[in-house]
């Protein structure tokens, strides 16, 4: 063999290094620079990689690290006379192509879309320079790593979107529909509404519907994470996902597939990543242009000190434009910064609360006040009347009737409440010119005589005198009036919400003061807040009301979170920083309106969304302080002649794992 073949076998082993001492680190060096860059491009590389078992993403690392194992034992602990030369190249060339194929091929389509300066290209310019200048080992090593790298932070995002990609099962592809009395089985998306579905017992439901059956029990934890048996009655709704008890029920569908609760979920979920948090799109605009500028210094280093330095060796500044190269790549943070919040984002929804964006995750971080709607947020929002006060020249009985048939009209709680109490609807009662009055009820007019069933301000509306004193009754009271008469009223209770006064307590543990609005009156509102240990309420609140004290708090007090059902409380929550829907499942408005939507009605579950938000943001500026320390360290180092190669190559993959390991904790962190 060649002299030249002769040095290049001995060229690996640092203490033989006669000539370019530092080349086997500078290849290295590229390695992780494209490395770095590599995970900017990387979402689009590893959906490829995602469908793949643990193995067999690992087996090309595998294959090239065994031949590079066998290589180097060759080269420096049992050398072979043959091992020399082309045959030492070839065998260097084999055990790259495993992990550098796939990424030369990446490289080839980041430079037809223009992207010259993708981790992929830098990757393969490295690598192809070190064999270039007799570096093998290096280059097939600084190639392994990038694969490595790859694998690791493949599997950290498979991880964080599995709580996300496991409610893609819960939608099933087929249902079984009753025609002539005759099963068959169609594909979901093929039902129309009006189809008669059959459940089998443990099977899950495919589409929205109602329930024909008397009455079925379901399992709901696929859409709110509660695994809890909720039973329905006949006409009830029944969603998506559910899963049927122990009988065969009948559901007939009243919504078609890709309007169904679950499809709207999903598209939330599936699109959550689009709206991005502030440090996240900074990190991308940093990365663009900060990418170029250190390309263009590790150039300059190289060439410069040849006008500047006598003795200038080419060689030994590549090996330090190299380490400065690897040093100074954003990799950890254009890795575990996305990661650290679709990390967030996976967490809160196997909790059941789905976030809109990650953007969402670092307002909720940062809340300083959280406005509360009263019914069905802090409240069970079943109501049940609990006394009938009505004057006793009035039919007590007709009156019901026709307050029954008036609040029909109505999906208020309180309409439901007083059915309940009163029972079946009088047809036989024509209502004519009936009107909801926002903010203080409903206005018909009945054999020929003006009914208003609402609040008492309703009364006063309409000029309408009363002698009741409901000021100290701790019920919400509906007012009614006939003929331009007070007839009497009704009181109706509802019960405060088992983990409302924990949701409360939590909510102060973390300083943030908790306000209550609400348009029932202010006795009630009083007491609910007394009870939960609420900071501020009020009542008797019409919807511009509530937005003139939202915009108080915000001027006083600084970001605002506002909890409603999405429906009615829209103005309040377009004002607020963040909205967040309770009960979400029951309500189309609310998954569309609201930045965050939690999918059961557990109050408790609005401090745990902002304590995701809180870690999330905890954890991403812990990547982002632990990758500039660590990197500035070791730029000094390097500047001062201390830092090899080998640092470099810790500052730039080392620091880039660890920051994946910790952005990947927030997915076990118990909440």
């Not at 189809?195 to 329930?211: N, R, T």
């Not at 934890?221 to 559910?242: F, H, I, Q, R, Y």
């Not at 969304?609 to 660590?630: D, H, P």
């Amino acid at each position: 063999m060649s002299k030249q073949c002769c040095t290049t076998d001995n060229h690996v082993k640092p203490q033989k290094k006669e000539v370019h001492p530092h080349q086997c680190d500078t290849t290295k060096k590229d390695h992780n620079h494209a490395h770095d860059h590599s995970h900017g491009h990387d979402h689009d590389h590893s959906h490829d990689l995602e469908d793949k078992t643990a193995f067999q993403l690992f087996l090309p690392a595998i294959i090239s690290l065994s031949l590079l194992l066998i290589a180097i034992g060759f080269d420096n602990y049992f050398p072979q006379t043959w091992f020399t030369c082309w045959i030492r190249l070839a065998w260097y060339i084999i055990a790259y192509i495993p992990v550098g194929l796939p990424v030369i091929k990446e490289a080839i389509e980041s430079i037809r879309y223009k992207d010259f300066f993708s981790e992929f290209f830098l990757m393969v310019i490295a690598t192809v320079g070190a064999f270039a200048i007799g570096e093998y080992p290096e280059a097939v090593a600084v190639m392994l790593f990038y694969a490595v790298g790859e694998v690791f932070q493949t599997l950290a995002v498979s991880r964080a979107k599995g709580n996300i990609k496991s409610l893609l099962d819960q939608r099933p592809d087929e249902v079984t529909i009753l025609r002539d009395n005759k099963t068959v089985i169609i594909k979901a998306e093929d039902a129309k509404i009006g189809d008669l579905i059959q459940l089998k017992p443990g099977e899950k439901l495919g589409l929205d519907g109602e329930l024909v059956s008397e009455s079925a029990s379901f399992n709901t934890a696929a859409l709110t994470g509660e695994s809890k048996p909720d039973t329905k009655s006949k006409g009830e709704t029944v969603l998506a996902g559910m899963i049927n008890g122990s009988t065969i029920s009948l559901v007939r569908v009243t919504t078609a597939y890709s309007d169904s609760k679950l499809s709207k979920i999903l598209e939330l979920v599936q699109n959550a990543t689009a709206q991005k948090a502030p440090t996240e799109l900074f990190i991308r605009k940093f990365a663009k242009v900060y990418t170029p500028i250190i390309v263009l210094l590790s150039i300059a280093i190289t060439l410069l000190p040849a006008i500047f330095v006598d003795t200038y060796v080419f060689s030994e500044w590549l090996y330090r434009a190299l380490v400065f190269l690897v040093i100074s790549c954003p990799c950890a943070l254009v890795i575990s910064i996305p990661l650290g919040y679709f990390g967030g984002i996976g967490a809160a929804s196997h909790n059941g609360i789905l976030f809109k964006g990650s953007n969402f995750l670092d307002i909720l971080a940062n809340i300083q006040n959280v406005v509360i709607d009263k019914t069905g947020t802090m409240t069970e929002g079943v109501f049940k009347v609990q006394e009938v006060i009505i004057k006793s020249e009035f039919d007590k009985d007709e009156i019901l009737k026709m307050v029954n048939a008036l609040e029909s009209q109505s999906t208020h709680p309180v309409a439901t409440a007083i059915h309940d109490y009163v029972g079946e609807i009088d047809n036989t009662i024509n209502l004519v010119g009936t009107e909801e009055i926002a903010g203080h009820g409903l206005k018909s007019t009945v054999n020929g005589k003006e009914l208003l069933v609402g609040n008492f301000k309703l009364l006063d509306k309409f000029n309408i005198s009363h002698d009741a004193d409901t000021a100290n009754i701790v019920y919400t009271v509906i007012a009614i009036a006939y003929d331009g008469k007070f007839v009497g009223y009704l009181t109706i209770s509802d019960s405060i919400k088992a983990d409302a006064k924990i949701a409360i307590d939590k909510l102060h543990s973390m300083n943030v003061k908790v306000t209550m609005l609400s348009g029932d009156k202010s006795a009630v509102v009083d007491y609910v807040a007394k009870q939960l240990g609420i900071d501020n309420a009020y009542g008797d609140l019409l919807p511009e009301d509530k937005v003139n004290k939202v915009k108080e708090i915000k001027a006083s007090n600084g970001s605002v979170a506002f909890v409603g059902d999405g429906v009615n409380d829209a103005p309040v929550i377009a004002l607020s920083d963040a909205g967040i829907a309770m009960g979400g499942l029951g309500s189309d408005a609310a998954i569309e309106t609201a930045d965050v939507v939690i999918q059961d009605d557990m109050p408790s579950k609005i401090a745990m969304a902002i304590n995701i938000g809180k870690q999330t943001k905890k954890i991403v500026w812990q990547n982002i302080i632990l990758a500039f320390s660590i990197k500035a360290i070791v730029l000094i180092l390097g500047a001062g002649g201390l830092a090899t190669m080998w640092e470099a190559v810790f500052a730039d993959v080392g620091v880039a794992l660890l920051a994946i390991l910790n952005a990947v904790r927030i997915q076990k962190m118990k909440f």
